[in-house]
């Protein structure tokens, strides 16, 4: 099978790898790159577990995607959303609120709830419903994450106001 | 003596899980994140008859693709069996849609699927059972030849004296209820990494339950000694009773990896997922009570069959679980029990999230709800009047220690607004309640039912706890670094938990039938204990007193009364370690129930649903939930809330949504889009009560959390819906389709009045 060299831009580092037509930026990023936090599911846009976000920030199931379609385009996954020493906002809510138990959807969730406040940083109820509509968690009954995504907002609302009144 | 709250400095408060940052950064790492060096991938031919007869099986093409390793049928593992009758792969009958036929290995998973395509086997298709009914008609044809009337496995059980109870009771009610095949939707699928590459040690990488049990059944099967087999547990993507012994995909990586003498990995597809791992089958219930005029229960009887397809494997434990559950929820002096497996040419029944208790919650809390209305009788008062009680002592043996029902009935009822609103609310609203029981500490998988643990301290003070409990999510690893960090003086965040891996970790049994806190949490107490002794040697001399007076809190080591005589507790270690005696901190604990079998404690509680209908689409919207659990002790109560929430989703979701929809044995939704689950903006909010009676067996009083909830959530909507209608619907799940039709009817019936 003829595979092409493509650039792929994953977290700001870019790596250069030969894909073939038919694989898709899930199986790039998990078996190329070697990237393992973002999570194989259904494989066929059912679950959200795969979720990543692509250059203008809005989340991608990456198994829908082929991979030779992301020439030199950004991709952010779940291992490039925590900041140096600090959890991202959203990160911190999910673990201080308890809405990760097993893991397996977790980082489809928080690449999810992420993608969502970049575009919006002041969701409303029904947003939020149906931003996480796609993202199936079988352990949480979505009742913890919800609370967890309000609490993120809540905090980052305050971090932006915060930032404001420095004058910075 | 139990310890009160305020002795308590880690235990009873909010622990984020040790493990969330790398859960939530994608470094934890899962079944299939794992690449071995030389992995091969593998597909399996499955069956796609119901039931046929294998005529021939050419490989030829298969083996001749460029990047095939092996293929394999039934010649290369002719006595290897799954469990009791389920040969790895058929030889002569497929008797399922998905049945294992061949498998083939080779160097990526897209030629292992084409090789698998290019796999000949011709059948002669025959004529196949589908429903309960069919299969146990006198005429049935026999689906294995042991299994008399399809009948794999039956259990009957007569306590006390039933015909007099019955005799005696001034009301009898009988009441049928069906419940409909399922699938547990983990959010990992089934997958299996093994390594057989040197003859003799087998070592594998799957989700699981229990190590242990997979440990034992892959030795057996494969002829190794339990020794010879190492299972790896990593992250468990969820578990929900399902993945409590091993399938056949285990048993194909690992002969595989022999034949090709490299790692083999076998993952699941979207729809093997539902086509080779179906987590409950239809099950038809009968029960009849028996009550006196004040509502006393005098006599029980429950008659219950289970499809379980085409194997059984280790489901017989259903036939167990629920043929003394009543006696765990009420008091009562005569039962009988009669309860059976049938063979079917359907997928086999494995476990579903409630382990076939919650599954028979749903008829069962419905058949007493009916049976207090028909009495005039408001269902709390019914459940508080023959619920079970401390210091109770059940016909099967079970002495209750501790008891919250009661408390769970009356707080949620209280909560809920129950008085205000039951009998009371506009037509298409609803409110019921569901009450519930489960085993804390079972016992009776092995003669043993042990769970051990070590600790070790190093010498600035850092823990390391070993255990075989896994966690698949539901916190037990943080649970367990906060009773040992309780102990230790220390704080959960300075212990890591080592788990996952057969040959490093004590033996644990497993997280099965709601054991893990309460016999784990035991063991892990113990081993601090043990660790701890070690430590009072020096902190006694050092600051003259018996070491009974020491007291362990807050990194520090003080005597009772005199925190500030404190020496700090990594100064106590060092110590001990850097003498001339050199005595590393190991410490090590078991916990094996005294009892022969059965259960030391059972949790208890309480829900209340409230629901609206939507008369045009017959949605059942559930508005509100409460829910009042009797844990022993909330270790972590955050975490205790999050266990309730997931039960409560899994419950309403069994109720309301969940069906894997057969028809001539082939499923027709297999796919997560098809298969309903409730999205997150259909849930409804959840109130949690967290009630601690402090078990006296229990580490800390604790009990359990982890399969207790899930059994009120379907009686409880169930009977918020009947209370809506005005009239139960017996069979699960109860779809819009099934309340149109009532509603439908109705209309006519008004019209044509
Ligand atoms: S893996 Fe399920 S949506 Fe991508
Ligand atoms: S945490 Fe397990 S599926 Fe979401």
């Avoid at chain 2, 009543?326 to 997928?347: C, D, M, Q």
């Avoid at chain 2, 092995?446 to 769970?451: C, E, G, L, Q, V």
Wanted: net charge neutral; aromatic share 6%; proline share 5%.
């Amino acid at each position: 099978m003829t595979r092409q060299l493509i650039t792929l831009i994953v977290n700001g580092d870019r790596y250069q790898v030969p894909v073939a037509p038919h694989e898709t930026l899930l199986d790039v990023i998990r078996d190329q790159v070697a990237l393992t936090g973002t999570k194989r599911g259904c494989t066929s846009g059912a679950c959200g577990v795969c979720t990543v976000q692509g250059e203008d920030g809005r989340a991608v199931l990456s198994c829908l995607a082929l991979a030779i379609e992301w020439d030199n385009r950004p991709v952010t996954t779940i291992e490039g959303v925590a900041g140096e020493d600090e959890l991202h906002p959203v990160q911190k809510a999910f673990l201080e609120y308890g809405a990760v138990q097993c893991g397996a959807c977790t980082p489809g969730l928080i690449m999810t709830a992420k993608a969502l406040l970049d575009e919006n940083p002041d969701p409303d109820e029904e947003a939020i419903n149906e931003a996480l509509a796609g993202a199936l968690c079988r352990c949480t009954g979505h009742i913890k994450v919800k609370i967890a995504v309000r609490e993120a907002i809540k905090a980052m609302v305050a971090d932006a106001a915060a930032e404001d009144s420095h004058g910075v | 003596m139990a310890s009160r709250k305020a002795d308590l400095a880690v235990v009873g408060r909010d622990q984020p899980r040790l493990d969330g940052a790398h859960k939530l950064t994608g470094r934890s790492l899962f079944t299939d994140d794992v690449v071995l060096p030389g992995m091969l991938h593998a597909k399996i031919v499955r069956s796609p008859h119901a039931r046929a007869r294998i005529l021939s099986i050419d490989t030829s093409a298969a083996l001749a693709l460029p990047g095939v390793k092996a293929v394999i049928t039934h010649a290369d593992a002719p006595k290897l069996y799954v469990g009791i009758e389920q040969p790895l792969f058929r030889q002569e009958i497929v008797n399922y849609i998905g049945d294992e036929v061949a498998a083939v290995a080779a160097l990526d998973e897209a030629t292992a699927a084409e090789a698998a395509a290019l796999i000949k086997v011709e059948y002669e298709p025959l004529p196949a059972l589908f429903t309960i009914q069919d299969a146990t008609r006198p005429d049935a044809f026999l689906i294995h030849a042991k299994a008399k009337g399809n009948i794999a496995w039956q259990q009957a059980q007569d306590l006390g004296d039933v015909e007099q109870g019955f005799a005696g009771s001034a009301h009898v009610r009988t009441d049928t209820y069906t419940t409909n095949a399922s699938h547990n939707c983990y959010a990992e699928f089934h997958v299996a990494i093994a390594d057989w590459s040197l003859p003799d040690k087998l070592s594998m990488y799957t989700p699981t339950q229990t190590a242990i049990l997979f440990q034992k059944s892959l030795a057996g099967a494969l002829r190794l000694s339990d020794g010879q087999v190492r299972i790896m547990n990593l992250n468990t993507g969820g578990g929900f009773t399902g993945r409590t012994s091993v399938r056949p995909h285990h048993d194909v990586a690992a002969v595989l990896s022999r034949k090709t003498g490299r790692p083999v990995k076998v993952r699941a597809t979207a729809d093997e997922e539902f086509i080779a791992c179906r987590a409950g089958g239809e099950v038809k219930y009968t029960f009849r009570t028996g009550v006196s005029d004040t509502g006393q229960i005098k006599a029980f009887e429950a008659d219950i069959t289970f499809d379980t397809g085409a194997y059984v494997e280790s489901q017989m434990i259903v036939l167990t679980l629920t043929s003394s559950y009543i006696h765990s929820l009420y008091k009562i002096e005569a039962s009988r029990y009669s309860g059976r497996l049938v063979h079917t040419n359907n997928i086999p029944y494995y476990f579903h999230h409630g382990g076939g208790l919650a599954q028979m919650a749903f008829g069962l809390g419905q058949h007493m709800d009916a049976l207090a209305r028909e009495l005039g009788m408001d269902p709390i008062d019914f459940h508080l009047q023959n619920g079970v009680t401390k210091g109770h002592t059940s016909m099967t043996g079970t002495f209750f220690g501790s008891c919250g029902l009661a408390e769970c009935i009356r707080k949620t009822a209280k909560q809920a607004g129950w008085k205000r609103k039951y009998g009371k609310l506009p037509p298409l609203k609803g409110i019921g309640i569901g009450v519930g029981a489960m085993a804390s500490g079972a016992k009776g998988v092995f003669k043993h039912d042990t769970s051990a643990a070590f600790i070790k301290i190093v010498d600035d003070g850092s823990m390391s706890l070993f255990v075989g409990l896994p966690d698949m999510g539901q916190s037990s690893h943080t649970a367990m670094a906060m009773i040992a960090a309780e102990v230790l003086g220390a704080q959960a965040t300075d212990i890591t938990v080592i788990s996952g891996d057969t040959d490093i970790v004590p033996l644990d049994v497993g997280a099965l039938i709601q054991r893990g806190t309460f016999n784990t949490g035991n063991a892990v107490k113990a081993a601090a204990l043990d660790a701890r002794k070690q430590l009072e040697v020096l902190a006694a001399a050092r600051l003259g007193v018996k070491p009974s007076q020491l007291v362990f809190r807050d990194r520090q080591v003080y005597p009772k009364g005199q925190p500030d005589k404190a020496i700090p507790l990594k100064k106590i270690v060092y110590d001990t370690l850097h003498s001339r005696e050199g005595r590393f901190v190991m410490g090590r604990g078991f916990y094996n129930s005294p009892k022969e079998s059965g259960t030391m404690a059972y949790s208890f509680g309480a829900q209340i649903a409230e629901v609206t209908i939507d008369p045009d689409t017959g949605f059942v919207t559930v508005d509100r939930i409460v829910a009042s659990h009797d844990v022993g002790r909330a270790i972590n109560p955050r975490i205790v809330e999050g266990q309730i929430d997931g039960q409560v989703f899994s419950g309403l979701s069994q109720v309301l949504y969940e069906q894997t929809l057969l028809e001539n044995g082939q499923v027709m939704n297999p796919s997560r889009l098809d298969y309903r689950l409730p999205r997150s903006y259909e849930m409804p909010k959840v109130e949690h009560i967290i009630v601690e009676s402090i078990d006296p067996f229990g580490p800390f009083g604790a009990k359990e959390v982890g399969e207790g909830p899930i059994v009120c959530t379907l009686p409880a909507v169930a009977n918020a819906v009947a209370n809506a209608l005005g009239e139960p619907v017996n069979e699960m799940p109860i779809t819009p389709w099934k309340i149109l039709q009532i509603l439908g009817r109705r209309a006519k019936a008004r019209a044509g009045s």
